[in-house]
């Protein structure tokens, strides 16, 4: 449900700008359909794989800013 209504909104941003351009009512319905149809897919896989995302991310993104933070002190250079 939350798929599609995020979809939907994406859909209809996206028609709203491209008329507010003055794009043609196709053109406008086109770029409108495809937002939403690559917004809704994206959500999809999202949705059934945030579980190993968040499982592998977070202590991939702590290792990469702990890695970063003892990296500087490694990287300064003496006058």
Do not use: D, H, N
Request: aromatic share 8%.
């Amino acid at each position: 449900m939350i798929v599609a209504l995020v979809s939907i909104a994406a859909a209809a941003g996206v028609y709203l700008v491209a008329k507010k351009k003055r794009a043609g009512t196709g053109t406008a319905v086109a770029a409108g359909v495809v937002t939403g149809a690559g917004s809704a897919a994206a959500l999809g896989l999202l949705a059934a794989t945030w579980p190993v995302l968040l499982v592998l991310g977070v202590p991939a993104a702590a290792f990469y800013y702990y890695g970063k933070s003892k990296g500087q002190e490694k990287k300064m250079l003496g006058p």
